[in-house]
């Protein structure tokens, strides 16, 4: 959803074209979260500290456009040059009022721009905050929940009852009034070089970058004697200054630099030292000194915060030679689905082992039941890969889209064993999917594209799919990873199954060809093209298949939905009789996906279905199969496998068909309107 970025230099002379030139760079690693507007604040006037007041450039659609706005401004000398200065960038997915330059983000305590916070997720209490707030005679500009905490800060220090009271506890006490989720980041013209950020809900991280040494490794966590609980109440006691010991600078100091952002893709370029935010976590900076408060202490708290070394590079989040990152991500999927299976899949001894989840292996197979829980493409590669565990685990594998399972207030035992399926690790759906099945008693298993996301924190194990960076928000190479990784689990779980031998060997041999294979479909792309350029003027489009290739389908249907703006339906087959059937005629297109797989019949009476009423199906197929072609307007053959795993092969097609598609229709495929690629608010 909303990406925030910002970027403190302390001791570290900037000019201010140079800063600039850094926000809109980490903004523009945010892009592929998806965003409809996007916004900066920085110091405006010269560079005398005391002197200075907040300068705020918001447009409306994308970074570049943000970009060119910035240089508009005549009121900036962009030669000035800052030894220590703090500035902040957001790009903004509406939630909250509609996407414009009012509503963007950072949003302001008042006219003077005297705080400016940003943020991403949502406050559910906003319309009673706003409603005191103005009962106080705050006036308000925009419709968001965001400017609510903007003037919430302004009245917590206009009250304030000391003169010397520290951003941090203002910034405490306002989080203490705020109910949902929130990542925030606050500037202010009363604390000059000083940041304040805070999360609850919402990934936030910290990178750190000094050519000095550093002071510590771990960040001891400090808490309040006191808890404010009301917003009218202003509470005299603060928070003392802090000393060297309880901070992370750089030893004498010297010069560092300090980068807040929602995920590390917007951070990595610049250093791979970050400190990952837990929620109620309140990281303040000032003369260079990052310190970290929270206001509760509980028995499970870790008494510091450690900084980790990231392995991401960044030549990982770059397009290349493609045009798109998303076409990218589909020619890498040769390279992606082994590197999900390296070092886990043994193809001399028939083996697989998950480390992740390794420790809690006795537990799993004690379980009485699987629910694997998911959204959009995830939850399409839990349809996809429920027959085969079914069939390997001997268990009953309930498959749930998130918010469905939420609302249905689902019964969870502690006998269950719960899968969590997010590329990104912060669908909100699915994390609070997760607290819901964790407050139950079940052993939860995240299954997850991104080390350190909240996610892989809060799952008692996990599998990290190691797909690599997905930019496109349309996923393709986490959706191969995905299905791999659950038909892993399957294997490890059978592994002492006299009976299911056989079927092991089958499967694992499938997986080991798999790479090959995906290069021969991808080999396809100019068909595929070909076939684009016939479909790209339709308004609509059918994909039906059954068996193993459903969820080839729904996935296939969702990628076409998702970037062509075309409507697009995956059809179970078996259901055609039940409705579908009315929709065909010689008018509308028909995708049918029909393998050598045990449902190969059944898909056969299908296919004389759609032709008996002068459909003209296109038919993704075996290479071997001449009886279905004889009944194609068009077909594209692919090479075969073991049937649980065919769906890999058959979804890829689809994937290069909605590419295509979507690039003959002129939009743009790596950030399809409406859409975000991490979803972190429901």
Not at 233 to 242: A, G, H, N, V
Not at 381 to 393: F, H, I, N
Not at 523 to 533: F, V
Request: charged fraction near 25%; aromatic fraction near 8%; proline fraction near 3%.
């Amino acid at each position: 959803m909303c990406g925030i970025f910002a970027y403190m230099n302390y001791r570290v002379p900037r000019t201010r074209k140079e800063i600039f030139e850094t926000l809109i760079k980490g903004l523009q690693r945010l892009e592929y979260r998806g965003y409809d507007s996007a916004g900066v604040a920085i110091d405006g006037n010269n560079n005398e500290v005391k002197e200075r007041h907040i300068q705020l450039v918001k447009k409306r659609g994308n970074v570049k456009a943000l970009d060119e706005e910035l240089y508009k401004q005549d009121s900036m000398d962009l030669k000035v040059e800052f030894e220590t200065h703090f500035g902040i960038a957001h790009t903004r997915w509406a939630t909250h009022g509609v996407p414009n330059a009012v509503n963007s983000h950072p949003q302001r305590s008042d006219k003077g721009n005297e705080f400016v916070v940003i943020h991403n997720g949502i406050i559910t209490n906003y319309k009673d905050l706003r409603k005191f707030l103005e009962s106080k005679g705050y006036e308000f500009e925009s419709e968001t929940d965001t400017e609510t905490i903007a003037k919430l800060i302004k009245y917590v220090f206009d009250n304030r009852e000391t003169e010397d009271i520290t951003f941090s506890t203002l910034v405490e006490r306002v989080i203490q009034q705020l109910e949902g989720a929130f990542a925030l980041v606050f500037k202010s013209i009363h604390y000059p070089g000083e940041a304040v950020a805070t999360r609850r809900g919402s990934p936030l991280l910290i990178g750190v970058r000094s050519k000095y040494k550093l002071s510590t490794e771990q960040i001891p966590i400090l808490y309040r004697t006191r808890n404010f609980e009301n917003v009218k109440k202003i509470c005299k006691t603060r928070m003392k200054r802090l000393d060297s010991s309880t901070c992370l600078h750089a030893v004498g100091d010297k010069a560092v630099e300090f980068f807040f952002a929602s995920d590390a893709s917007a951070i990595i370029e610049h250093t791979n030292r970050v400190i990952f935010l837990e929620d109620d976590d309140i990281a303040a900076v000032a003369d260079g000194k990052l310190s970290i408060h929270r206001v509760k202490r509980s028995a499970s708290d870790d008494p510091s915060r450690a900084i980790q070394t990231l392995q991401m590079e960044l030549q990982q989040i770059m397009k290349g030679n493609f045009s798109a990152f998303m076409q990218k991500e589909i020619f890498e999927q040769p390279e992606s689905v082994f590197n999900t299976m390296r070092g886990r899949v043994n193809f001399e001894t028939n083996t697989v082992l998950l480390g992740g989840l390794k420790d809690h292996l006795k537990e799993i197979r004690r379980c009485r039941r699987l629910i694997v829980i998911g959204c959009g493409t995830s939850y399409h590669a839990a349809v996809a890969t429920r027959q085969v565990l079914e069939e390997l685990t001997e268990l009953p594998v309930m498959v749930e889209l998130a918010s469905d399972f939420l609302d249905r207030n689902t019964p969870v035992f502690r006998d269950d064993v719960c899968f969590f399926i997010s590329q990104s690790g912060e669908t909100a759906d699915t994390l609070l999917a997760l607290r819901y099945c964790k407050d139950r008693g079940a052993l939860t298993v995240g299954v997850t594209n991104t080390v350190g996301s909240s996610i892989s924190r809060e799952t008692d194990c996990g599998v990290h799919i190691n797909a690599g960076p997905e930019i496109g928000v349309a996923s393709t190479k986490a959706y191969t990873s995905q299905f791999i990784s659950l038909v892993m689990f399957g294997l490890m779980m059978s592994e002492d199954r006299i009976s299911l031998q056989n079927r092991r060997r089958e499967i694992i041999h499938g997986l080991q060809s798999l790479p090959g294979l995906i290069k021969e479909v991808l080999s396809l792309d100019e068909k595929i093209h070909d076939l684009a350029l016939e479909l790209y003027t339709q308004r609509s489009l059918l994909v039906m298949g059954r068996g193993y290739n459903y969820a080839t389908c729904l996935e296939g249907a969702l990628k076409i939905k998702e970037i062509t703006y075309m409507h697009s339906e995956g059809i179970l087959a078996g259901e055609l009789k039940h409705g579908p059937l009315a929709l065909i005629d010689k008018q509308m297109p028909v995708i049918m996906v029909i393998m050598k797989d045990p449902c190969f019949a059944k898909c056969q009476n299908a296919l004389q279905q759609v032709t008996a009423r002068q459909g003209r199906p296109i038919i993704l197929c075996s290479r071997d199969d001449t009886e279905s072609s004889k009944f194609a307007y068009k077909t594209i053959e692919l090479p075969h496998t073991v049937d649980c795993l065919q769906g890999i092969l058959s979804v890829i097609p689809l994937q290069l068909l909605s590419f295509h598609l979507a690039v003959l229709r002129g939009y743009d495929v790596d950030f399809p309107r409406n859409l975000a690629k991490s979803v972190t608010v429901e």
